[in-house]
């Protein structure tokens, strides 16, 4: 393990890129700017933004005996693997509270609109949710759809719980907006440390999907820690999301000899990559990743090519823990036997579950059924006992200091290896 000297390094490096990458923020960031700073005297974590900008309009109550909260959710689009298991996931947890007599004696209804895995669908599909009367707001996974839904939310004066969106400044958007995921600012840094303490590798490639925001803030992250642990970039190449053919990159960084590959982009791309770039010669290295790996599709993708490999995940479902197995159990009763399987197939069906919960959870702590006292109850969340670790939300942001799990790529779809704590990176 590294001094914590060497945790400052990285995170310094960090913070320059950060400063750097948001300077040309996407027309889609409004302009926010990253509140990802370091204690100057080492060691600490980044600073996370306390300040956010207040909502300021008058949201909506809740009317009548029901309690509308909405999902939104790739149902269809490439996304899909990770909206169906967010929607199970989110439906689980509702279906569990209303057997439980529901909140102050109210029934909770999930409404699912489908973002089709555009960011543009999204946003669209929030904006009916609200016109049906919903009190919150939960999704996206990912972070490219997910930031116009958190404007939006924003603007409307609706609490929204991103499952797994991770980059890191979409909650810097406005007070309303949280997540139950860990952030870029430390899955980059859990692969950037596993690769170069673990598997002993000091010189990387990258290889980023510049269409998706998610992947360019990954990428960043990773590079900042690895050079700070001693690591060297050794070349990136770009390509952008439903791309089939990436022989000119593999064949570019391939001349700089790389002994890994880190590849920050989706499940959709990533298997494409490994595979062709085996058929490229590219043999004797290893590849690594973010959580946008998570779908058993990489296996049919990526084949044999595939395996061995590494990435970051927030939940497996081979964890030694009893929430896991409580929940695996619930998984089980309600889908085993149906197109859903008996376990989830990636990790958003716990961060879908989570993120219900959690927002529940408020609803029922709220000093009164509107919007606005959702959201303090949100921001008054301390260490909810959530599927995928424990969800502090206060003081934080929004962005809870969640573990983080590196998992390697199997026949069975993936095996647990190493957690981190939000500590073992990070000191405060």
């Known amino acids: 393990m590294f001094s914590n ?4 390094m990285s995170w310094l490096a960090l913070s320059a890129s950060l400063l750097l990458v948001l300077a040309g923020c996407d027309p889609a960031d409004n302009g926010t700017t990253s509140n990802g700073d370091t204690d100057p005297d080492g060691g600490s974590g980044p600073e996370f933004n306390t300040g956010r900008p207040a909502v300021t309009v008058t949201g909506p109550s809740v009317t009548g005996d029901v309690i509308k909260i909405g999902l939104v959710a790739s149902q269809n689009g490439p996304l899909r ?3 169906i298991d967010s929607v199970n996931g989110a439906q689980l947890a509702v279906d569990e509270i209303n057997a439980s007599g529901g909140i102050n004696g109210k029934q909770v209804q999930l409404l699912i609109g489908d973002s089709a895995s555009k960011p543009e669908d999204g946003k669209t599909a929030a904006e009916l949710l609200i016109s049906q009367g919903i009190v919150g707001l939960l999704g996206e996974v990912a972070s490219g759809i997910t930031q116009p839904m958190a404007q939006l939310a924003y603007e409307r004066g609706l609490p929204i719980v991103a499952v797994g969106a991770t980059k890191t400044t979409i909650t810097e958007i406005g007070a309303n907006v949280f997540r139950v995921c860990y952030t870029d600012d430390l899955q980059g840094p859990v692969m950037a440390k596993f690769a170069y303490d673990e598997l002993g590798l000091q010189r990387m490639a990258i290889i980023t999907d510049k269409k998706q925001p998610y992947s360019t803030y990954l990428s960043d992250a990773f590079r900042d820690a690895f050079v700070g642990y001693g690591g060297e970039i050794v070349g990136e190449e770009f390509y952008e999301s439903g791309q089939t053919q990436f022989v ?9 000899s790389p002994n890994g590959y880190f590849l920050s982009g989706y499940f959709t791309e990533v298997g494409p990559i490994v595979k062709q770039a085996a058929q490229a010669g590219i043999t004797n290295v290893k590849f690594l990743g973010g959580d946008g790996w998570d779908s058993t599709d990489l296996l049919d993708s990526g084949g044999e090519a595939i395996l061995g490999n590494y990435f970051c995940n927030h939940y497996n479902n081979k964890e030694d823990r009893e929430v896991v197995r409580v ?3 619930k ?3 309600k889908y085993g036997g149906s197109d859903a399987g008996d376990t989830p197939g990636t990790t958003m069906g716990a961060l879908g579950y989570d993120a219900a919960m959690v927002m529940m959870d408020a609803i029922r ?4 059924l509107d919007a606005a006292s959702i959201i303090v109850a949100l921001e008054d969340t301390v260490a909810f006992k959530g599927v ?3 969800i502090t939300l206060k003081g934080a942001g929004g962005n809870p200091k969640k573990r983080a799990l590196v998992v390697e790529v199997t026949l069975e779809g993936q095996s647990f290896v190493k957690a ?3 500590t073992d990176i990070f000191t405060d």
């Open 5 to 8: 000297r060497i945790k400052c």
């Open 81 to 83: 693997p990770w909206g």
């Open 248 to 256: 000119p990159q593999l064949n570019s960084l391939k001349q700089e």
């Open 327 to 329: 929940f695996l159990a």
């Open 331 to 333: 998984w089980k009763d």
């Open 365 to 368: 702590r709220a000093e009164s």
């Open 388 to 390: 995928s670790g424990d």
């Open 420 to 422: 981190y704590e939000y």
